[in-house]
């Protein structure tokens, strides 16, 4: 019997929806060796030579034999969650969107006993700061429009550090979790269930991956610079090759993330009191010792934009779409 004790072994028997679910937890580098079945012969032979950790199915699947296939732990997809009584075997509503059942599934493995590959560590991954000391800047709708761009090239994700995002209203939805709840994870644990559980907080939208912000802004005071960097490095190490930060004054130590950055973009006006603050905070920035943010930051000065979509819409080709990527490719 094979040694790997990081199989997951996809059971479906409609060979569409089985190629849908391999491909979504190859994106989401899980840490599972995924190999997929529509025959339930060929998913006992698979068993009868490997140590199968994670053995994802459906309820038609599993009444047909896979209830009899030897895993760590099962989870089937089922209209009825609550309709299973085994040991080790988790329901899940597969009447959700996909990505949602994905979370659930990454989420389940990550409580429980299960294997999980080691990650090596992964060539530097590029940091792309937007701050602005000055409100109603364009710095969000810039973001995403920057992490769209640069997700169609690399693997990308776009993480929201203000304290009001608005993104359950924007997006019209509660999150199960949010960017608090992964620090807090984090801050007590180590090994490599971390990466289960941050693959099981990512959502996407238009091609983007990110992270719900925080629903409670009080949490962002509970945040520490060196929570973001822990964060920057686990990213990292699960494969983002771009990371886009929005980030705001809340998180005790902002200026040891932008250090950190490889560039930062910094929206401006031109009015007098945005002058003022702007003139303040690189007055704040000559105070630090040993940091070099100065070197990384560009100003940027939007032009007029007829039409501003809301960043839950495609913002590539749009007129904020073609500048950031003109920014983009100055770097």
Not at 104 to 129: C, E, G, M, N, Q
Not at 241 to 262: A, Q
Not at 285 to 314: M, W
Request: aromatic residues 10%; glycine residues 6%.
């Amino acid at each position: 019997m094979s040694v790997n004790n990081n199989n997951m072994a996809i059971y479906f028997a409609d060979p569409e929806y089985l190629e849908g679910f391999m491909n979504y937890m190859t994106d989401r580098n899980s840490g599972f060796i995924c190999s997929g079945f529509t025959r339930g012969d060929n998913l006992t032979d698979f068993a009868e030579k490997n140590n199968i950790s994670v053995l994802l199915t459906d309820d038609i699947c599993f009444q047909n034999g896979a209830r009899n296939i030897k895993s760590e732990i099962t989870i089937v997809l089922t209209e009825k969650p609550g309709s299973v009584s085994s040991e080790k075997v988790y329901e899940i509503n597969i009447l959700q969107p996909v990505d949602e059942i994905v979370r659930d599934i990454l989420k389940t493995a990550a409580k429980s006993d299960v294997s999980v590959a080691d990650r090596p560590y992964l060539s530097s991954a590029a940091v792309y700061s937007f701050f602005s000391p000055v409100g109603r800047s364009l710095k969000t709708t810039l973001a995403v429009a920057a992490s769209q761009i640069l997700s169609d090239k690399e693997k990308t994700i776009y993480i929201n550090l203000e304290p009001d995002s608005g993104f359950t209203i924007l997006f019209g939805q509660e999150f199960s979790s949010d960017l608090s709840d992964l620090i807090f994870f984090l801050q007590g644990n180590t090994g490599n269930k971390v990466s289960l559980i941050l693959q099981s907080s990512i959502c996407t939208c238009q091609g983007i991956s990110f992270i719900p912000p925080v629903m409670n802004p009080e949490d962002l005071f509970h945040i520490t610079s060196n929570d973001i960097l822990t964060l920057l490095d686990l990213l990292q190490r699960n494969g983002f090759k771009n990371i886009v930060i929005d980030i705001g004054y809340f998180i005790p130590g902002f200026e040891k993330i932008l250090d950190s950055s490889t560039k930062i973009y910094m929206p401006v006006r031109k009015d007098r009191i945005s002058s003022s603050k702007i003139a303040q905070f690189y007055s704040f920035l000559r105070t630090l010792d040993d940091l070099s943010i100065e070197d990384n930051l560009t100003q940027l000065d939007p032009p007029y934009f007829n039409d501003i979509p809301p960043i839950i819409c495609n913002l590539r080709g749009t007129e904020i779409g073609k500048y950031i990527t003109g920014i983009l490719n100055e770097r």
